[in-house]
């Protein structure tokens, strides 16, 4: 059981002056043990002044001073004492180990007999679940040292990160005291480390996705479609033409109409859609297939962006994120440090998110939209984009998918995850 300490709490600055603060605590004891032992001291003493007992004397004016100089030494204990962590990288894969560094520093001439030293990091970050009890919500490391005059101290900490997400690591706790542990004082450091461990990427395999056959319908005709952005001349007006293409500074030169000509599109660009609303049942999350849809989601724009594609990213998560469909690493890592950070929680349905981005999607595009359970409004908005000239895909992760097309959208069917835990790896950026 836990003994809950009374707490006194004051600010004070670190030894170099910096803006570095922390939490100085005064720490009491269970039953008042020690206290009770100093009154009796100075019941002693007083009895043996009015008694003459010189022994008892001695020995009573002897526990008060040293008593009062442990006070003294646990006021200064913590003073000038400073401790850092830094880890060695930032930014983490799943399973990957990094160092955590620590430095300790004593910048004062009084020696530290005792010190312990608390870090707290992320439960599911060590872990890789989440915590049972919402009591102690971080996973506690403890060393405890003594350190003497003007003395610095580092060593590492091997961790191991087991689950994604943006994580603080932090804060530190120092407790130390005097020789005899009278009076031990806590100081709290509120300085975090970031530390941002992306979403895991496995290949495409052992996810079930055949994404050969999911561009290639794409591929096959994608040079119908014309580039906006593109103009490669004029020509002269047709009846069919859109009003939109004519070019009315070129058609008042030629004294008759001329409409803009664009270049065909020669690159595939793909959209992945995370439906984070559709994970919950009955205002409940599935954890493990969300999880698996974040996964597939990552290892889904790693390999299109490893086969020089456009991709993008929208997830109507709290709050919603959108990725414009763009290629190059710098996408890639946009799209993993997004998926690093998405939350399930969603703020409105996916048809209502997407319709702002819609219109901006470019003609031809996959949309590949990553779901639990494919709702009415799905279909619907997957057969608007058909409609619209784009080629949409489902992809239902769980148990509860469907595996039939639905009038011709074809829908993927990604495997539980204790069937692809074996196939699980890192591919490297």
Request: with cysteine.
């Amino acid at each position: 059981m836990k003994t809950s300490w009374p707490r006194h709490l004051s600010r004070l600055k670190s030894s170099s002056g910096a803006s570095e603060q922390g939490f100085t605590i005064s720490l009491g004891y269970p039953l008042l043990f020690h206290w009770l032992v100093l009154v009796t001291a100075g019941g002693l003493l007083l009895l043996a002044g009015f008694k003459h007992w010189v022994p008892l004397l001695v020995i009573a004016a002897f526990l008060l001073v040293a008593a009062a100089m442990a006070s003294l030494w646990s006021r200064q204990s913590l003073r000038a004492v400073s401790c850092r962590l830094s880890p060695a990288l930032n930014r983490a894969f799943p399973d990957d180990k990094i160092d955590l560094n620590f430095e300790l520093t004593n910048g004062k001439w009084l020696f530290v007999p005792w010190l312990e030293i608390e870090a707290e990091l992320p439960y599911r970050l060590v872990k890789g679940q989440p915590k049972t009890s919402p009591l102690y919500a971080k996973e506690r490391l403890r060393w405890t040292t003594a350190v003497s005059g003007g003395q610095r101290l580092n060593w590492k900490y091997t961790l191991e990160c087991k689950y994604r997400g943006d994580y603080n690591l932090g804060p530190l706790r120092l407790r130390c005291g005097d020789i005899f542990g009278l009076f031990p004082k806590e100081i709290i450091l509120p300085r975090f480390e970031k530390l941002l461990v992306y979403p895991r990427v496995v290949p495409l395999d052992s996810l079930g996705l055949p994404l050969r056959e999911l561009m290639g319908e794409t591929i096959a005709y994608r040079n119908i479609y014309e580039d906006m952005s593109q103009t490669t001349g004029m020509r002269d007006y047709h009846s069919d033409d859109p009003m939109k293409r004519i070019h009315w500074k070129a058609s008042a030169r030629h004294e008759r109409l001329q409409v803009r000509q664009y270049e065909s599109t020669t690159s595939l660009n793909l959209l992945i859609i995370l439906d984070v609303d559709s994970f919950y049942h009955e205002s409940e999350l599935d954890e493990e297939p969300f999880e698996l849809a974040v996964t597939t989601a990552a290892s889904l724009a790693y390999e299109v962006n490893r086969q020089r594609y456009p991709v993008g990213l929208i997830a109507s998560s709290a709050p919603g994120m959108q990725i414009p469909v763009r290629s190059g690493r710098a996408q890639l890592m946009a799209i993993l440090e997004t998926l690093a950070r998405v939350q399930p929680k969603a703020c409105l349905p996916l048809h209502q998110q997407f319709d702002e981005y819609r219109s901006r999607l470019p003609v031809g595009t996959i949309t590949v939209m990553i779901s639990h359970s494919v709702s009415p409004a799905l279909i619907g908005l997957a057969h608007k984009l058909k409609r619209e000239g784009h080629s949409p895909v489902l992809v239902s992760v769980g148990e509860r998918t469907p595996t039939q097309h639905i009038r011709g959208i074809p829908i993927v069917t990604v495997r539980s995850p204790g069937e692809i835990t074996a196939g699980f790896g890192r591919a490297a950026l």
